[in-house]
């Protein structure tokens, strides 16, 4: 069974960095790409990072390029979202989900529909 288990979240002011961790268990992590989503409250869940199963292919949505940054390690079975210069409008909670197979590039990341595992979301605020 697979499962996937965030950590890292906090209250971080504007302009500070949190690093997100993804656990993952119950698969063969290669095998699989990994993505990093966030719902803010009275929005739909947005898929911001993907690190593909192929080639260590990555992708980074417009909202946040340049200032996130998607890494797995398949050895540690985790994959991590560095966050820097965050920004009250970042404030949401954030999921990693597991699709076997998926493959992500810089201009393309599979949809919400694609990813089959999912973790229980760990909170991010940035307020000062």
């Not at 949809?111 to 229980?120: L, P």
Request: some cysteine; overall charge negative.
């Amino acid at each position: 069974q697979v499962q996937l288990a965030e950590s890292g979240g906090g209250l971080v002011q504007p302009g500070g960095s949190l690093r997100l961790s993804c656990e993952a268990s119950g698969l063969h992590l290669d095998h699989y790409a990994i993505g990093w989503w966030r719902q803010a409250p009275g929005k739909e869940r947005e898929g911001i990072a993907c690190a593909s199963s192929i080639r260590g292919a990555t992708f980074h949505a417009n909202s946040v390029k340049g200032r996130f940054t998607i890494s797995r390690d398949n050895a540690r079975h985790a994959v991590y979202l560095q966050m820097n210069g965050l920004k009250p409008e970042d404030t949401a909670v954030y999921y990693c989900a597991a699709g076997e197979a998926l493959y992500c590039d810089s201009e393309y990341s599979p949809t919400i529909a694609d990813f089959g595992s999912w973790g229980q979301g760990t909170q991010v605020t940035v307020s000062s």
